[in-house]
C-alpha cells in the first residue's frame, strides 16, 4: 500500500508541475542557448545555461532537447532548485567515445540533489559502449574506470519515464541516496557480450520504482545493493543478461541493512540467473530481509531461483570462512518455465547464519535436457514448502 502511495504520489505531482508549467509557458530550449543537432558540437555548456535558469526559476519550469542528434560531453545537472523542473530529452544524446574525456568515478549525465524532477520525452541516451567492452576493462576488474551513463544521486519526488539508454560503457543507469523515484517505461539495451553494463542498480535509497520496462543487457537487468529499501519492480522483462539480483553483499564495512524487496510479474528469456540474493564469504556482516519474488515467467533460464552465499565471481575467495550477512524472510512463490541447466533451484546459505523463513510456492520449472529432470541443491537452510513443487527443493 505504501508503494502504491509513493507511486501515486510521484505521478501527482509530475501532472501538476506540467500544468504550471503550461499556464506559465517557462520553456528553455537548449537550441536557444546555442545547442547545435549535428551530432559533433558538445552541447553541454548551452544545457548548464538552460538548466541554471530553469533551476533558478520560481515556478516550474521545463527543459527541452529537441529532436535531432546532439554530442554530450559529462556533465552535472545539480539542485537544489526553487521549483519543480521537467526535462524533456526528444532527440539522441551521444556519450564522447574516448573515456579517457572522463574524470574517473564519474559518471557521463549526473542528476544530483533535485526535488520534485522528471525526465522524460522518448529520447535516446547513447553511451557508445562498443568502443570500450573488453578493451579496458579486463573481465576480472570492476570497470570502475569507466562512466555510468546516468546518475541518480539524491533525488526526492522524482520520475524517469519513456526514455532510452542504450549501449553504455559501464552501468546504464545508478541510484544512490534517492527517495520516491520512479522508472516507468524505459528501454534498456546492450549486447549479452558488454562487461559490467548493469541496467539500473540502486543503492541506500528507499521508495525506488521500476515498472513496465523492458532490459536487455550484458550483467544484471536490475541489481540492489546495500541500505536499499522498499524497493518495488513490476511487469519488468529480462534478457538477455544476469537477472534480477540483491547483492553482492557483505564485501564492505558498514554497509547498511536491505529490507523490503518485491519483484512481482516480470520475465526472465535466457538469461544467465532469475532471481538471485548473493552474499559474499568471509568478509563482512550485513542483513537483507523481506525479501518476495511471485508471479515470475522464467523461459530457457540457467538459474531461475537463487540464494548463493558462496558468492565468488573470480575464485580468490576463502570458502572455509562462511557469510556473514543475515538473510530471512524470504519467498519465492508462483514461478514457472524453463531451465537451461539441470539445477532449477539452489538455495545456497552460510553456514554461520543460516538462511531463516524462507518459503517456496507454486513452483514449476522444467528442464528438459538429457540430464534429467530438473532438481535442486540446497545448504543451511530447511525451507517452507507449499503447493506445487517442481523440481521438491531440498528433498
Not at 118 to 134: A, H, K, N, P, R
Request: glycine fraction near 10%; proline fraction near 5%.
Amino acid at each position: 500500500m505504501v508503494l502504491k502511495f509513493n507511486i501515486m504520489v510521484t505521478f501527482l505531482l509530475f501532472l501538476l508541475a506540467s500544468a504550471v508549467h503550461v499556464s506559465c509557458n517557462t520553456v528553455f530550449d537548449v537550441t536557444k542557448y546555442g545547442a547545435r543537432a549535428d551530432g559533433v558540437t558538445d552541447v553541454s555548456q548551452a544545457l548548464i545555461k538552460a538548466w541554471g535558469e530553469a533551476c533558478s526559476s520560481s515556478v516550474a519550469s521545463t527543459i527541452v532537447i529537441p529532436g535531432g542528434t546532439y554530442a554530450l560531453g559529462q556533465t552535472v545537472i545539480e539542485g537544489p532548485c526553487k521549483a519543480p523542473i521537467n526535462f524533456i530529452v526528444e532527440g539522441t544524446l551521444r556519450a564522447p567515445v574516448d573515456s579517457k574525456r572522463f574524470k574517473p568515478g564519474k559518471g557521463w549525465i549526473s542528476f544530483q540533489r533535485i526535488d520534485n524532477f522528471s525526465l522524460s520525452g522518448g529520447g535516446v541516451f547513447d553511451g557508445e559502449g562498443t568502443t570500450v567492452w573488453g578493451k579496458r576493462c579486463p573481465v576480472e576488474d570492476y570497470c570502475n574506470q569507466l562512466p555510468i551513463s546516468l546518475r541518480f544521486d539524491f533525488i526526492t519526488n522524482g520520475m524517469v519515464r519513456d526514455i532510452t539508454s542504450k549501449d553504455s560503457k559501464q552501468f546504464h543507469m545508478n541510484v544512490l541516496g534517492c527517495k520516491n523515484l520512479t522508472f516507468y517505461n524505459v528501454a534498456i539495451s546492450a549486447p549479452e557480450e558488454s562487461l559490467n553494463t548493469d541496467g539500473i542498480h540502486i543503492g541506500r535509497s528507499s521508495g525506488i520504482n521500476i515498472t513496465d520496462s523492458k532490459i536487455q543487457t550484458g550483467d544484471d537487468c536490475i541489481s540492489i545493493g546495500d541500505g536499499s529499501q522498499e524497493i518495488n519492480i513490476e511487469r519488468v522483462t529480462c534478457g538477455p543478461g544476469h537477472g534480477i539480483s540483491i547483492g553482492s553483499l557483505g564485501k564492505f564495512k558498514n554497509e547498511e541493512p536491505v529490507v523490503g524487496i518485491r519483484v512481482k510479474n516480470c520475465t526472465f528469456t535466457n538469461t544467465d540467473n532469475g532471481v538471485r540474493v548473493k552474499t559474499w564469504p568471509a568478509l563482512e556482516q550485513g542483513s537483507a530481509s523481506e525479501m518476495h519474488f511471485e508471479d515470475i515467467v522464467m523461459d530457457n533460464v540457467s538459474y531461475p531461483i537463487i540464494i548463493d552465499q558462496e558468492y565468488c565471481p573470480h575464485n580468490k575467495c576463502n570458502l572455509k570462512s562462511p557469510s556473514r550477512v543475515k538473510l530471512s524472510n524470504i519467498s519465492f512463490r508462483n514461478i514457472k518455465g524453463t531451465t537451461s541447466t539441470q539445477v532449477a533451484i539452489k538455495l545456497i546459505c552460510s553456514q554461520g547464519v543460516p538462511c531463516q523463513q524462507v518459503e517456496l510456492s507454486d513452483i514449476n520449472l522444467k528442464y528438459n535436457g538429457v540430464e534429467g529432470p530438473a532438481i535442486s541443491q540446497c545448504k543451511n537452510v530447511k525451507p517452507t514448502l507449499l503447493s506445487v513443487q517442481l523440481p521438491r527443493a531440498c528433498a
